[in-house]
T-cell receptor
Framework: LAKTTQPISMDSYEGQEVNITCSHN???????ITWYQQFPSQGPRFIIQ???TKVTNEVASLFIPADRKSSTLSLPRVSLSDTAVYYC????????????FGAGTRLFVKA | GAVVSQHPSWVICKSGTSVKIECRSL??????MFWYRQFPKQSLMLMAT?????????EQGVEKDKFLINHASLTLSTLTVTSAHPEDSSFYIC???????????FGPGTRLTVT
């Protein structure tokens, strides 16, 4: 399982774009990169998943460079409700794949 | 979208008693479910992998006789914390593999407090 490294915490202000970078130097060929969001006392919620280049959905974008050794989750125009812990996970995500969570990044959005 | 539920959402029990937590996939079948434990301000820790119709696979350091897992159907897995002690107080979360997707769906979690 590829080990991931993320900043422990980040601060931002409402309306700003937030970029959270995750390092995964030993990512394998079959591995996908998945980001989850977790609010206190709730289960994690899927945000976005990608394999290479750029993926965008209604809530975020995921940028993956050609070497795939890192990835960046981009949250456009954050609001107070985006204050949460964000986890970067790397793995082949095939059925039965064990998801091992790293420490995650605590994002604080201020007014 | 795929929904995973947990019951109860919170439970308080006395030391020495057993508590059962249910995890259900509401609108899809889940061959594999996972159980996690999360202490305050910490990340999720995988406890075990639950496979329908077979024995669960426990992570290193997790006592299988204390945390009994049963996955009797494709939509239900249960975690029983036996002879609970205050140090078992935690937030327990389950997840299930999505059908045909590379995504895991997480339940809302169960807060266990052992007094």
């Amino acid at each position: 399982l590829a080990k991931t490294t993320q900043p422990i915490s980040m601060d931002s202000y409402e309306g700003q774009e937030v970029n959270i970078t995750c390092s995964h130097n030993n990512i394998a060929t079959n591995d996908y990169i998945t980001w989850y969001q977790q609010f206190p006392s709730q289960g994690p919620r899927f945000i976005i998943q990608g394999y290479k280049t750029k993926v965008t959905n209604e809530v975020a974008s995921l940028f993956i460079p050609a070497d795939r050794k890192s990835s960046t989750l981009s949250l456009p125009r954050v609001s107070l409700s985006d204050t949460a812990v964000y986890y970067c996970l790397v793995g082949d995500m095939a059925p039965g794949f064990k998801t091992i969570f790293g420490a995650g990044t605590r994002l604080f959005v201020k007014a | 979208g795929a929904v995973v539920s947990q019951h109860p959402s919170w439970v308080i029990c006395k030391s020495g008693t057993s508590v059962k937590i249910e995890c259900r996939s509401l609108d899809f079948q889940a061959t594999t479910m996972f159980w996690y434990r999360q202490f305050p301000k910490q990340s999720l820790m995988l406890m075990a992998t639950s496979n329908e119709g077979s024995k669960a696979t426990y992570e290193q350091g997790v006592e299988k006789d204390k945390f009994l897992i049963n996955h009797a159907s494709l939509t239900l897995s249960t975690l029983t914390v036996t002879s609970a002690h205050p140090e078992d107080s935690s937030f327990y979360i389950c997840s299930a593999d999505g059908e045909g997707s590379y995504e895991q769906y997480f339940g809302p979690g169960t807060r266990l407090t052992v007094t």
